[in-house]
């Protein structure tokens, strides 16, 4: 377990629908990040948020938003939904970024738009 | 500026040999160089990581060597084994910049180690 929960595990929808991931960051960490992996894309950024604040936008599509809320779990947002929006999210977190360099990664949410 | 280029995309090794995946930068304002180990349904982890000041680093089977002239660093993985067999990741981090730091990702090598 690396102390970064990310839940559901898995998700099936359908097109044009909304979905909600959520990530609790491993404790004392003040930094989220979002990452989307797909098969031929590898590990895209999506966006970061420290401690309650956006901090680093990547690719991140207008249908897509993130939060972060004050006891500093993170919400990735995702509407309209796609075939192509099918992945693996995975959500990130680490410490002040001027101290501590690493990044630890949940187990990621399993997106499936059917 | 930004990318970190990763290669091979694939590699199949037998077993006891030796592994290497390299990566190449741009961006000489970067600070930090991880790798990453991911294995099916499971998220990234962090394997080893290396500073721009140091030209190797060792932990167990597992060396990065880099080369900060040539832009370029490497993941060695010594007697390779099947429980090695994974998705390797190398990235490299920004500097600070407006409080945030990004990692920036390769895209990827899977690495078979056939017995």
């Known amino acids: 377990d690396s102390g970064v929960t990310q839940t559901p595990k898995h998700l099936i929808t359908a097109t044009g629908q909304r979905v909600t991931l959520r990530c609790s960051p491993r404790?004392?960490?003040?930094?989220v990040y979002w990452y989307q992996q797909s098969l031929d894309q590898g590990l895209q950024f999506l966006i970061q948020?420290?401690?309650?604040?956006?901090?680093a936008k990547g690719n991140i599509l207008e249908r897509f938003s993130a939060q972060q809320f004050p006891d500093l779990h993170s919400e990735l947002n995702l509407s309209s939904l796609e075939l192509g929006d099918s992945a693996l999210y995975f959500c990130?977190?680490?410490?002040?970024?001027?101290?501590?360099?690493?990044?630890?990664f949940g187990s990621g949410t399993r997106l499936t738009v059917v | 500026q930004q990318q970190v280029k990763q290669s091979p995309q694939s590699l199949i090794v037998q077993k006891g040999g030796i592994s290497i995946i390299n990566c190449a930068y741009e961006?000489?304002?970067?600070?930090?160089f991880p790798w990453y180990q991911q294995f099916p349904g499971k998220g990234p982890a962090l394997l080893i990581a290396?500073?721009?000041?140091?030209s190797e680093k060792k932990e167990g089977r597992f060396t990065i060597s880099f080369n900060k002239s040539a832009k370029q660093f490497s993941l060695h993985i010594m007697d390779s084994q099947p429980g090695d067999s994974a998705t390797y990741f190398c990235?490299?981090?920004?500097?600070?910049?407006?409080?945030?730091?990004?990692?920036?990702f390769g895209k990827g090598t899977k690495l078979s180690v056939i017995p």
């Open positions: 990235a490299a981090r920004g500097g600070f910049t407006a409080g945030s730091y990004q990692l920036t």
């Open positions: 961006n000489t304002a970067f600070d930090y």
């Open positions: 290396i500073r721009p000041d140091v």
């Open positions: 948020y420290y401690n309650g604040e956006e901090r």
């Open positions: 990130a977190s680490s410490a002040d970024p001027r101290v501590d360099y690493g990044y630890t």
């Open positions: 404790s004392g960490d003040l930094s």
